[in-house]
């Protein structure tokens, strides 16, 4: 489901573009209804650091980034976008100038330029949505894109177990079919629990993506690629997705999707 190192960059300049568009004629003190708390100006600055840090990161692979400097955000809308500019063609151009297999750090288990690449692109793209939602603007999502993205975030970011914690599974299997890209993703549902480094306890609901374990799913959801993708970033209300199978399945889905990724 992964695209190619140059599929990747290809998207991360096109969403990259886009986002900047919107926000270029986008009142500042909009409201982004996928990120309550900031207003559009917020959001503008917010992709300008991460893509200003991850450029840092390439540049001096396979550092840590223990001595990133922050930049300092600018007062002026005019000037942030200038700085975006800027900032989104330094991590586009380190990233250019990188191999996947490169090492690099990352917050991952993935410790790869090609983690990046794949992270940035995505991360774009989410965010374009949330700038044309705040915009009141749409645009259509590349459904290969949308697809891995699916994928990405079930696999990276509600999937992940990190090493204090452990995965119990269930005999229990819920799966995505994309319809558009005729591709699926198995899930298997399960308990997370442990003691994190601050000492809270942790013991939730969580899932596991799996290959196809050869059995059928308990339950079934089905759409295309981007209502998939913007439902479960909730950005989206799920209205073009299909359920089928055992609702009780979906639900333990649900309230795994439901908690903050962090």
Same mark, same amino acid.
């Given at each position: 489901?992964?695209?190619?190192?140059?599929?990747?960059?290809?998207?991360?300049?096109?969403?990259?573009?886009?986002?900047?568009?919107?926000?270029?004629?986008?009142?500042?003190?909009?409201?982004?209804?996928?990120?309550?708390?900031?207003?559009?100006?917020?959001?503008?600055?917010?992709?300008?650091?991460?893509?200003?840090?991850?450029?840092?990161?390439?540049?001096?692979?396979?550092?840590?980034?223990?001595?990133?400097?922050?930049?300092?955000?600018?007062?002026?809308?005019?000037?942030?976008?200038?700085?975006?500019?800027?900032?989104?063609?330094?991590?586009?151009?380190?990233?250019?100038?990188?191999?996947?297999?490169?090492?690099?750090?990352?917050?991952?288990?993935?410790?790869?330029?090609?983690?990046?690449?794949?992270?940035?692109?995505?991360?774009?793209?989410?965010?374009?949505?949330?700038?044309?939602?705040?915009? *009141?603007?749409? +645009? &259509? =999502?590349?459904?290969? $894109?949308?697809? %891995?993205?699916? /994928?990405?975030?079930?696999? !990276?970011?509600?999937?992940?177990?990190?090493?204090? *914690?452990?995965? +119990? &599974? =269930?005999?229990?299997? $819920?799966?995505? %079919?994309?319809? /558009?890209?005729?591709?699926? !993703?198995?899930?298997?549902?399960?308990?997370?629990? *442990?003691?994190?480094?601050?000492?809270?306890?942790?013991?939730?609901? %969580?899932?596991?993506?799996?290959?196809?374990?050869?059995?059928?799913?308990?339950?079934?959801?089905? *759409?295309?690629?981007?209502?998939?993708?913007?439902?479960?970033?909730?950005?989206?209300?799920?209205?073009?997705?299909?359920?089928?199978?055992?609702?009780?399945?979906?639900?333990?889905?649900?309230?795994?999707?439901?908690?903050?990724?962090?």
């Amino acid at each position: 489901m992964k695209l190619d190192s140059e599929d990747y960059l290809r998207h991360l300049a096109s969403e990259s573009s886009r986002f900047r568009e919107v926000l270029s004629s986008c009142e500042p003190s909009a409201r982004v209804p996928g990120c309550p708390d900031w207003n559009a100006a917020d959001l503008l600055w917010h992709l300008t650091e991460v893509q200003d840090f991850w450029a840092h990161v390439v540049t001096h692979r396979p550092k840590a980034p223990d001595d990133y400097p922050d930049p300092k955000r600018p007062s002026g809308h005019t000037e942030m976008l200038a700085v975006f500019d800027e900032r989104s063609r330094a991590l586009q151009d380190a990233l250019a100038a990188a191999e996947a297999p490169d090492e690099a750090w990352t917050w991952s288990t993935e410790q790869t330029v090609g983690f990046i690449m794949r992270r940035q692109a995505l991360e774009a793209l989410v965010h374009r949505v949330d700038a044309e939602q705040a915009a *009141g603007a749409e +645009s &259509p =999502l590349d459904a290969a $894109l949308a697809a %891995d993205g699916v /994928d990405e975030v079930l696999d !990276v970011m509600y999937g992940g177990c990190p090493p204090w *914690g452990s995965f +119990s &599974p =269930l005999p229990h299997y $819920l799966r995505l %079919d994309i319809t /558009d890209t005729d591709e699926q !993703v198995w899930v298997q549902l399960g308990r997370f629990s *442990g003691d994190d480094a601050e000492g809270t306890h942790h013991d939730e609901d %969580d899932i596991h993506v799996v290959a196809d374990p050869g059995v059928e799913p308990d339950a079934v959801i089905s *759409g295309a690629a981007a209502p998939l993708l913007t439902r479960l970033w909730r950005r989206g209300d799920g209205s073009e997705i299909h359920l089928a199978g055992d609702l009780k399945i979906v639900d333990h889905f649900r309230q795994v999707i439901h908690q903050p990724i962090n």
